[in-house]
C-alpha cells in the first residue's frame, strides 16, 4: 500500500507571497492533518480534516488555512509568506476510527527568503 | 512551560545496550500515548502507540506509561547502528484527532 505522498518536496518563497501544499493520504485513510516541524517549536499541529470538513485547528495565524477533497486528498495554504513560515511541512492521515494512529508523510521543506 | 517535555540529548550509546528515552506531560487529558523515530530529512514514522497506563512490547521496543506520574517511556533493546535517530514521543485526549509531541531525543548509537 502506498504511504503518505506530498508534493512539492521542497519549495522556495519570497516574503510576502504565498504557498499551497498537497497532500494525499493512504488509500482508505479519511483523515488528514497538518504539522509544521521547526529547529525551535519543534512539531506543532496546524489543522485536521475529515469528510471535506475541518475537525480541529491549532494556534496558528489566519495566514494558514487548509481543505479537504472528496477523494480524501488535502492542501494547505499559506498567504503573506513570513521569514518565520520557513520550516518542514508534514501531512499525516490516519484510518477512521483510529485517529491516534498516524501516518506521516516525508514533509514539504518550505523556505521563506 | 511545554505541555510535554523531551530531554533533545544527543544520547549517544554502544551498539547492544539498552536506550531509554523518555517524556513528561502536564496535560491529565491525555489517554493516548506515541512514539515516534525519524531519519533525518525524511517523516516521523510510527512506532507503537498506547492507550492510558501501562506497558506494550514489539519485538525490541517496549513502551510504558505511568500516568499517575505523567511520565512515559521507551526501551529499546539489542540497539542497532540504524536505531540512530531523532525519537518523538507523542499524546493526545480521547478524540485523538490532535498530538501534542515533545521536542524530540537524538539518540546515536556508535558501532
Known amino acids: 500500500k502506498a504511504g503518505v505522498t506530498q508534493t512539492p518536496r521542497y519549495l522556495i518563497k519570497t516574503r510576502g507571497q504565498q504557498v499551497t501544499l498537497s497532500c494525499s493520504p493512504i488509500s482508505g485513510h479519511r483523515s488528514v492533518s497538518w504539522y509544521q516541524q521547526t529547529p525551535g517549536q519543534g512539531l506543532q499541529f496546524l489543522f485536521e480534516y475529515f469528510s471535506e470538513t475541518q475537525r480541529n485547528k491549532g494556534n496558528f495565524p489566519g495566514r494558514f488555512s487548509g481543505r479537504q477533497f472528496s477523494n480524501s486528498r488535502s492542501e494547505m495554504n499559506v498567504s503573506t509568506l513570513e521569514l518565520g513560515d520557513s520550516a518542514l511541512y508534514l501531512c499525516?492521515?490516519?484510518?477512521?476510527?483510529?485517529?491516534?494512529?498516524?501516518?506521516f508523510g516525508p514533509g514539504t521543506r518550505l523556505t521563506v527568503t | 512551560q511545554k505541555e510535554v517535555e523531551q530531554d533533545p540529548g544527543p544520547l549517544s550509546v554502544p551498539e547492544g545496550a539498552i536506550v531509554s528515552l523518555n517524556c513528561t506531560y502536564s496535560?491529565?487529558?491525555?489517554?493516548?500515548f506515541m512514539w515516534y523515530r525519524q531519519y533525518s530529512r525524511k517523516g516521523p514514522e510510527l512506532l507503537m502507540y498506547?492507550?492510558?497506563?501501562g506497558n506494550k512490547e514489539d519485538g525490541r521496543f517496549t513502551a510504558q506509561v505511568d500516568k499517575s506520574s505523567k511520565y512515559i517511556s521507551l526501551f529499546i533493546r539489542d540497539s542497532q547502528p540504524s536505531d540512530s535517530a531523532t525519537y518523538l514521543c507523542a499524546m493526545s485526549d480521547n478524540a485523538g484527532n490532535m498530538l501534542t509531541f515533545g521536542g524530540g531525543t537524538r539518540l546515536m548509537v556508535k558501532p
Open positions: 499525516a492521515s490516519s484510518f477512521p476510527g483510529n485517529p491516534y494512529e498516524q501516518y
Open positions: 496535560n491529565s487529558a491525555f489517554q493516548y
Open positions: 498506547t492507550y492510558s497506563s
